[in-house]
Protein backbone atom coordinates (compact mmCIF):
# COMPACT_ATOMS: atom_id res chain seq x y z
CA UNK A 1 0.00 0.00 0.00
CA UNK A 2 1.22 3.61 -0.73
CA UNK A 3 1.44 5.67 2.06
CA UNK A 4 1.04 9.64 2.79
CA UNK A 5 2.80 11.89 4.76
CA UNK A 6 2.08 15.53 5.59
CA UNK A 7 3.98 18.00 7.30
CA UNK A 8 3.45 20.23 9.49
CA UNK A 9 0.60 18.62 11.30
CA UNK A 10 -0.29 21.80 12.53
CA UNK A 11 0.56 25.59 11.27
CA UNK A 12 -0.51 28.60 12.76
CA UNK A 13 -0.45 31.95 10.45
CA UNK A 14 -1.18 35.37 10.20
CA UNK A 15 -4.06 36.59 8.02
CA UNK A 16 -2.05 37.69 4.40
CA UNK A 17 0.41 35.06 5.22
CA UNK A 18 1.46 32.82 2.74
CA UNK A 19 1.20 29.32 3.79
CA UNK A 20 2.73 25.89 2.16
CA UNK A 21 1.92 22.28 3.38
CA UNK A 22 3.67 19.17 1.99
CA UNK A 23 2.66 16.06 1.21
CA UNK A 24 5.10 13.10 0.65
CA UNK A 25 3.76 9.42 -0.88
CA UNK A 26 5.97 6.24 -0.22
CA UNK A 27 6.18 5.85 -3.98
CA UNK A 28 5.89 7.32 -6.71
CA UNK A 29 2.20 8.25 -7.98
CA UNK A 30 2.42 10.48 -10.82
CA UNK A 31 0.30 13.04 -10.43
CA UNK A 32 -3.10 11.67 -9.44
CA UNK A 33 -2.98 13.80 -6.13
CA UNK A 34 -5.57 15.53 -4.35
CA UNK A 35 -6.05 18.12 -1.72
CA UNK A 36 -9.01 18.15 0.69
CA UNK A 37 -10.17 20.90 3.20
CA UNK A 38 -12.15 20.29 5.63
CA UNK A 39 -13.88 22.52 8.50
CA UNK A 40 -15.33 21.24 11.60
CA UNK A 41 -18.24 18.93 11.85
CA UNK A 42 -18.57 19.75 8.04
CA UNK A 43 -18.01 16.86 5.20
CA UNK A 44 -14.73 17.57 3.23
CA UNK A 45 -14.72 19.55 -0.11
CA UNK A 46 -12.70 18.77 -3.22
CA UNK A 47 -10.06 21.64 -3.60
CA UNK A 48 -7.47 20.37 -6.31
CA UNK A 49 -7.26 17.37 -8.02
CA UNK A 50 -4.42 15.91 -10.82
CA UNK A 51 -1.65 18.15 -8.74
CA UNK A 52 -2.27 21.21 -9.62
CA UNK A 53 -6.04 21.06 -11.31
CA UNK A 54 -8.25 23.32 -8.81
CA UNK A 55 -11.85 22.65 -8.68
CA UNK A 56 -14.57 25.01 -9.78
CA UNK A 57 -15.20 27.28 -7.83
CA UNK A 58 -12.39 27.05 -5.22
CA UNK A 59 -10.56 30.03 -4.31
CA UNK A 60 -7.44 31.22 -6.83
CA UNK A 61 -5.36 31.90 -3.71
CA UNK A 62 -5.37 27.82 -3.50
CA UNK A 63 -2.57 26.35 -5.44
CA UNK A 64 -1.23 23.16 -5.87
CA UNK A 65 2.53 21.28 -7.53
CA UNK A 66 4.00 18.33 -7.56
CA UNK A 67 4.69 15.02 -9.20
CA UNK A 68 6.18 11.68 -8.32
CA UNK A 69 6.18 11.51 -4.53
CA UNK A 70 6.41 14.92 -3.06
CA UNK A 71 3.47 17.28 -3.14
CA UNK A 72 2.45 20.71 -2.16
CA UNK A 73 -0.20 23.26 -1.57
CA UNK A 74 -0.12 26.64 -1.27
CA UNK A 75 -2.47 28.88 0.20
CA UNK A 76 -2.01 32.94 -0.73
CA UNK A 77 -2.97 35.98 1.41
CA UNK A 78 -4.58 33.66 3.77
CA UNK A 79 -8.22 34.56 5.33
CA UNK A 80 -9.70 33.90 7.88
CA UNK A 81 -12.54 31.39 6.27
CA UNK A 82 -9.55 29.20 5.26
CA UNK A 83 -8.89 28.08 8.97
CA UNK A 84 -9.32 24.03 8.14
CA UNK A 85 -7.75 20.50 8.33
CA UNK A 86 -6.03 19.84 4.81
CA UNK A 87 -5.71 16.75 3.24
CA UNK A 88 -3.95 14.92 0.67
CA UNK A 89 -5.12 11.91 -1.02
CA UNK A 90 -3.32 9.58 -3.67
CA UNK A 91 -5.51 7.81 -5.97
CA UNK A 92 -2.95 6.20 -8.59
CA UNK A 93 -3.13 2.83 -6.27
CA UNK A 94 -6.80 2.42 -4.05
CA UNK A 95 -7.18 5.72 -2.24
CA UNK A 96 -5.51 6.65 1.27
CA UNK A 97 -5.80 10.16 2.37
CA UNK A 98 -3.02 11.63 4.42
CA UNK A 99 -2.83 12.20 8.23
CA UNK A 100 -3.71 16.11 7.60
CA UNK A 101 -2.40 19.19 8.65
CA UNK A 102 -4.17 21.68 10.31
CA UNK A 103 -4.38 25.28 9.58
CA UNK A 104 -4.80 27.94 12.45
CA UNK A 105 -5.06 31.65 12.09
CA UNK A 106 -3.07 33.85 15.13
CA UNK B 1 -29.07 20.19 -6.55
CA UNK B 2 -26.28 16.88 -6.38
CA UNK B 3 -27.12 15.39 -3.27
CA UNK B 4 -26.25 12.90 -1.12
CA UNK B 5 -28.05 11.71 1.76
CA UNK B 6 -26.74 9.10 4.19
CA UNK B 7 -28.25 6.89 6.89
CA UNK B 8 -28.47 3.60 9.40
CA UNK B 9 -26.27 5.26 11.82
CA UNK B 10 -26.79 3.88 15.36
CA UNK B 11 -25.36 3.18 18.73
CA UNK B 12 -24.59 -1.05 17.82
CA UNK B 13 -22.98 -3.89 20.29
CA UNK B 14 -19.36 -5.34 19.27
CA UNK B 15 -19.89 -7.91 16.79
CA UNK B 16 -23.27 -6.53 15.54
CA UNK B 17 -23.93 -5.81 11.90
CA UNK B 18 -25.36 -2.51 10.43
CA UNK B 19 -26.29 -0.95 6.71
CA UNK B 20 -25.59 2.06 5.61
CA UNK B 21 -27.74 3.57 3.16
CA UNK B 22 -26.79 6.41 0.62
CA UNK B 23 -29.55 8.55 -1.35
CA UNK B 24 -28.26 10.38 -4.29
CA UNK B 25 -29.85 13.08 -6.10
CA UNK B 26 -28.98 15.64 -8.92
CA UNK B 27 -27.14 13.62 -10.98
CA UNK B 28 -27.14 10.69 -13.33
CA UNK B 29 -25.97 8.18 -10.54
CA UNK B 30 -25.25 4.79 -12.49
CA UNK B 31 -21.90 6.47 -14.34
CA UNK B 32 -20.26 7.54 -11.45
CA UNK B 33 -17.77 5.87 -8.90
CA UNK B 34 -19.10 5.82 -5.41
CA UNK B 35 -17.34 5.06 -2.17
CA UNK B 36 -17.57 5.22 1.55
CA UNK B 37 -15.29 7.31 3.51
CA UNK B 38 -15.01 7.38 7.62
CA UNK B 39 -13.67 9.58 10.67
CA UNK B 40 -13.26 8.38 13.97
CA UNK B 41 -13.50 11.17 16.69
CA UNK B 42 -11.05 13.97 16.13
CA UNK B 43 -8.92 11.48 13.75
CA UNK B 44 -8.04 11.99 9.87
CA UNK B 45 -9.86 10.90 6.90
CA UNK B 46 -9.74 7.08 6.65
CA UNK B 47 -11.15 5.66 2.68
CA UNK B 48 -13.19 2.46 3.27
CA UNK B 49 -14.53 1.44 0.60
CA UNK B 50 -15.23 1.70 -3.11
CA UNK B 51 -17.59 0.45 -5.96
CA UNK B 52 -17.82 0.89 -9.60
CA UNK B 53 -20.47 2.29 -11.70
CA UNK B 54 -22.12 -1.17 -12.78
CA UNK B 55 -21.05 -2.30 -9.38
CA UNK B 56 -19.05 -5.13 -10.74
CA UNK B 57 -15.95 -3.66 -8.76
CA UNK B 58 -15.74 -3.47 -5.72
CA UNK B 59 -12.51 -2.34 -3.48
CA UNK B 60 -12.03 -2.66 0.06
CA UNK B 61 -9.20 -1.22 2.55
CA UNK B 62 -7.72 -3.89 4.52
CA UNK B 63 -8.76 -2.54 7.92
CA UNK B 64 -12.80 -3.94 7.12
CA UNK B 65 -12.06 -6.68 4.06
CA UNK B 66 -13.76 -9.61 5.10
CA UNK B 67 -16.35 -7.88 6.95
CA UNK B 68 -17.83 -4.98 5.44
CA UNK B 69 -19.22 -5.06 1.72
CA UNK B 70 -20.54 -2.41 -0.80
CA UNK B 71 -23.20 -2.56 -3.27
CA UNK B 72 -26.02 -0.10 -4.87
CA UNK B 73 -28.73 -0.75 -6.96
CA UNK B 74 -28.61 1.76 -9.43
CA UNK B 75 -32.88 1.67 -10.33
CA UNK B 76 -32.99 3.55 -6.60
CA UNK B 77 -30.06 5.44 -6.99
CA UNK B 78 -28.68 4.33 -3.49
CA UNK B 79 -25.46 2.97 -2.38
CA UNK B 80 -25.02 1.16 0.54
CA UNK B 81 -22.35 -0.54 3.47
CA UNK B 82 -22.96 -3.57 4.93
CA UNK B 83 -21.01 -3.95 8.32
CA UNK B 84 -20.39 -6.95 9.87
CA UNK B 85 -18.66 -7.84 13.14
CA UNK B 86 -18.22 -4.54 14.48
CA UNK B 87 -15.74 -3.74 16.70
CA UNK B 88 -14.93 -0.06 18.75
CA UNK B 89 -12.49 0.73 16.16
CA UNK B 90 -15.33 1.07 13.52
CA UNK B 91 -16.55 4.07 15.69
CA UNK B 92 -17.01 7.03 12.97
CA UNK B 93 -18.54 9.50 11.04
CA UNK B 94 -19.65 7.20 8.17
CA UNK B 95 -19.38 9.87 4.35
CA UNK B 96 -20.75 8.81 1.35
CA UNK B 97 -18.73 9.98 -1.54
CA UNK B 98 -19.06 10.42 -5.68
CA UNK B 99 -15.82 9.72 -7.64
CA UNK B 100 -15.01 13.42 -10.21
CA UNK B 101 -15.33 10.77 -13.12
CA UNK B 102 -11.99 12.34 -14.81
CA UNK B 103 -10.63 8.80 -15.37
CA UNK B 104 -13.49 7.00 -14.57
CA UNK B 105 -12.06 4.42 -12.14
CA UNK B 106 -9.59 6.06 -10.12
CA UNK B 107 -10.66 9.00 -9.34
CA UNK B 108 -10.77 11.40 -6.20
CA UNK B 109 -14.07 12.47 -4.58
CA UNK B 110 -15.75 15.25 -5.48
CA UNK B 111 -19.32 15.10 -3.76
CA UNK B 112 -19.61 14.27 -0.40
CA UNK B 113 -22.82 13.67 1.80
CA UNK B 114 -23.08 15.21 5.73
CA UNK B 115 -22.23 11.88 6.76
CA UNK B 116 -24.05 9.23 9.29
CA UNK B 117 -22.31 8.43 12.96
CA UNK B 118 -22.05 4.82 13.73
CA UNK B 119 -21.23 4.28 17.24
CA UNK B 120 -19.95 0.47 18.34
CA UNK B 121 -20.19 0.38 22.12
CA UNK B 122 -21.55 -1.98 24.80
Same mark, same amino acid.
Given at each position: DIQMTQSPSTLSASLGDTVTITCRA? %? @??? @?WLAWYQQKPGKAPKL *???? /? /?TLESG?? /? %?FSGSGSGTEFTLTINTLQPDDSATYYCQQYNDNWMFGPGTKVEIK | EVQLLESGGNLIQPGGSLRLSCAASG? @???IYLMTWVRQAPGKGLEWVSTISDTGFSTYYADSVKGRFSISRDNSKNTLYLQMNS *?????TAVYYCARG? *?? %??? *?DPFDIWGQGTMVTVSS
Amino acid at each position: DIQMTQSPSTLSASLGDTVTITCRAS %R @TIN @TWLAWYQQKPGKAPKL *LIQK /S /STLESGVS /S %RFSGSGSGTEFTLTINTLQPDDSATYYCQQYNDNWMFGPGTKVEIK | EVQLLESGGNLIQPGGSLRLSCAASGF @TFNIYLMTWVRQAPGKGLEWVSTISDTGFSTYYADSVKGRFSISRDNSKNTLYLQMNS *LTAEDTAVYYCARGS *LV %RGF *LDPFDIWGQGTMVTVSS
